[in-house]
Nanobody, 126 residues
């Protein structure tokens, strides 16, 4: 059974940093593209970043480029999202997901996935 467990959210001031973690079980990162999504109140879900399992290439949404970094630890089957220089507009529930459409070469990340972790709330105060 595929399971994803996200953690690391919290309250941080603007300009601060947080690192989200997503522990995966029931599959390995060689099987699926992995990604992070977020959804702010009243807004549509947004793909934030993903890793393509086939070539390891990475996609970032324009809104987070240069501030967020996705990485994975295959030994621990965990994916991370390091978020720096946080802004109030980054406030959202963040979700990790597996089996994501992730085509960094043409800057494409789908908004759906087959497997989802529970969300973790990130609140950035101004």
């Amino acid at each position: 059974e595929v399971q994803l467990q996200a953690s690391g959210g919290g309250l941080v001031q603007a300009g601060g940093s947080l690192r989200l973690s997503c522990a995966a079980s029931g599959f390995t990162f060689d099987d699926y593209n992995i990604g992070w999504f977020r959804q702010a109140p009243g807004k549509e879900r947004e793909g934030v970043s993903c890793i393509s399992y086939s070539d390891g290439r990475i996609y970032y949404a324009d809104s987070v480029k240069g501030r967020f970094t996705i990485s994975s630890d295959h030994a621990k089957n965990t994916v991370f999202l390091q978020m720096n220089s946080l802004k109030p507009e980054d406030t959202a529930v963040y979700y990790c997901a597996a089996d994501v459409i992730c085509i960094p070469g043409i800057q494409v990340m789908g908004v759906t996935a087959d497997y989802w972790g529970q969300g973790t709330l990130v609140t950035v105060s101004s």
